[in-house]
């Protein structure tokens, strides 16, 4: 169909020729859609990049473990409990579940709030009380120096691992290794500094820590307790995290004599997969919430193009009676119309995608949030400007389509 | 080669009706050189725009070339003003965003094909009416009179057969009056092309062969000057210019 084609291509041109001959009133026209492509496109991008930086965090922390905590201990509350309301828990109770099935390690521990001093500094850190095995599990490794092991932990011996942030607060740029650090009237030696973590996710500074050996805790520094508060398990991937949870689940009510169903668990399991998951629901929440607020500001745009062409074609009204007067048949005019509607959604579409990328872009540059550019968002935007334009510049088009030439040519 | 025969035109809006034409028969012979005349709502507009397919008989039967017309579609009768019709309109209507030879070109948009030669006729057709030097213009860099002339060009780009012009001088002082008149009458003359226009003036009618004049919807006179003025000759009597002048 070459003259069809023909046309076509005359059309699109006399389509554009109208687009650009109006430039105050269609650049006002694809203004919206613009803004709305734009945002969407930034918006998207941002969601993405606190997703990413959650699920960094919860990466650092060690996605695959199993955390049970001793009942009526909160896991933030694990400063602040006194020692009476969580017995549950014993170095035992982490034995045990060290030799099920399907777990690599399992590794009790104590976290408290104290007190510590080093070269005529006090400060407030959390103290971990933990087993070497302690690193492997939260995925730590030294900065300097080297981690306590086996020898250290049998020996309780007197010696502490100390988190940049409070050797920094400690110490400013200077090491603490082979310094010692004094905690109740006692010396430790710091044999190590641990790489940095950052925050997770609730905003707790991973690196204002202190780690020392268990036993050195439990006999040195807590006055011979029995229990801890926690102990954190690693499974070898042979079980689902959920599923693994119930294996430990199932050992510790049988270790507790917890035999009848009514009994309540005197212990409290947690994973990492529960923060994904809270994530998750609040990253959805976050993408309808772009989805809507792009829905209403594309609507806005849409309703814009709308009143721009209605305008347009009543006032074109004389030469669409022209058109028609010198052979346009009604189709043509409703394709030269729609054409122009489209070119408007076409330009205010590729507008608002250089700009969301543009912004996107210098907010990454500026910013912590890492995020891949969001090609696809932009396209879809793009695609969804172009069927908005088109959706509502229908009307206007099919108007200008069915003036009669008579009508649209009389003088007035 | 128009042959109307019994035509009414009925405007219904709302319960109100307008009787426009209450049927007319009238011939026009190729070559004519028409002037339809007429108090105001004797239904002038209403006849031509029958004529140039612009609108639809109520009733009555339009041969074109032998050919019923009044049956087509909608699209029958924009190929038919796209290849055999031209139109001049009283206010021009111009595309003011397009130069004068884009305007020029306006009916090859809608041409079953493209010519090749496109813009070289168009050149010819505003050489035809003297604007070889404005082709580059906007509708608003030119005057009234060039504008009118423009349209002219536009009209007769396709090489119609035909030219309906309705009302062409009603906006355009004496001057621009003749240069048009001249226009049309030479289209006539030499290219044998048919011309019918509306007009209110007298003087005008003077310069048209035939004069077909209407009342309230009807024929009521239709004449032939033997001899009609010549708009060159009156042109050439006219004072000169400032301009030319100087
Ligand atoms: N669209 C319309 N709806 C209703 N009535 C109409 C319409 N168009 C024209 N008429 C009526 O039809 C009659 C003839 O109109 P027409 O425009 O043909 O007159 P005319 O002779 O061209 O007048 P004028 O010299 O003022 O241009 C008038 O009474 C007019 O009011
Ligand atoms: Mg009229």
Known sequence: ?412 | MIQLRGITKIYATGKVTTPALLGVDLDMARGDFAAIMGPSGSGKSTVMHIMGLLDRPTDGSYLLEGQEVTGLSDDGLAALRNQRMGFVFQSFHLLPTATALKNVLLPFVYSPRYPADAEERGRRALTAVGLEHRLHHRPGELSGGECQRVAVARALVTDPEVIFADEPTGNLDRRSTYEVMAILQRLNRDEGKTVVLVTHDNHVGEMCRRVVRLVYGRIESDTVAPQPLDAIALLAALPPREEDRR
């Not at chain 1, 932009?378 to 069915?402: H, M």
């Open chain 1, 1 to 412: 169909m070459p003259a069809l084609g023909g046309r076509l291509g005359r059309l699109t041109a006399t389509a554009w020729e109208g687009v650009a001959s109006r430039r105050m009133r269609s650049g006002l026209a694809a203004l919206g859609l613009m803004v709305g492509v734009a945002a969407v496109v930034l918006m998207v991008a941002i969601g993405q990049g606190t997703r990413n930086q959650v699920l960094d965090q919860v990466t650092a922390l060690g996605s695959d473990l199993v955390t049970v905590w001793a009942a009526k201990s909160a896991p933030t509350g694990a400063r602040t409990t006194t020692s009476k309301d969580k017995v549950s828990l014993s170095p035992a109770d982490a034995q045990a579940l060290g030799r099920m099935q399907g777990v690599r390690h399992a590794v009790p521990g104590i976290n408290r709030g104290q007190r510590v001093s080093a070269q005529g500094v006090t400060t407030d850190t959390t103290l971990v009380v933990a087993p070497p095995e302690i690193f492997a599990v939260e995925g730590h490794l030294p900065a300097e120096g080297q981690f306590y092991g086996e020898r250290e932990e049998r020996q309780a011996q007197r010696v502490v691992v100390v988190g940049p942030s409070l050797r920094q607060r400690l110490a400013g740029d200077a090491s603490l290794v082979g310094q010692t650090i004094e905690i109740k009237k006692q010396h430790f030696l710091v044999v190590a500094e641990l790489a940095p973590k950052g925050l997770d996710p609730n905003g707790n500074d991973l690196d204002d820590r202190l780690y020392l050996p268990l036993r050195t805790g439990l006999s040195r520094l807590l006055g011979g307790r029995r229990h801890v508060d926690y102990i954190t398990v690693q499974g070898d991937g042979s079980y689902a995290l959920d599923q693994l949870q119930e294996e430990i689940r199932a050992l510790l009510r049988q270790r507790h004599r917890l035999t009848e169903p009514d009994q309540r668990d005197d212990f409290n399991i947690h994973t990492q997969l529960e923060t994904i998951q809270t994530q998750e629901e609040s990253s959805r929440l976050f993408s309808s919430l772009i989805t809507g607020v792009a829905g209403i500001s594309l609507l806005v745009a849409g309703i814009g193009i709308m009143a721009v062409m209605l305008i347009g074609v009543r006032e074109r009204t004389p030469e669409i009676g022209v058109r028609r007067a010198v052979g346009a048949r009604r189709r043509d005019i409703l394709i030269h119309f729609l054409l122009e509607a489209l070119i408007l959604g076409l330009g205010g579409g590729l507008a608002g995608a250089a700009l969301g990328l543009g912004l996107a872009g210098l907010v990454r540059r500026f910013s912590d949030l890492s995020y891949a550019l969001p090609w696809s968002a932009a396209g879809v935007a793009l695609l969804v400007s172009l069927t908005i334009a088109v959706v509502f510049g229908l009307w206007p088009a099919r108007r200008a389509a069915s003036l009669t030439p008579v009508e649209a040519v009389r003088d007035a």
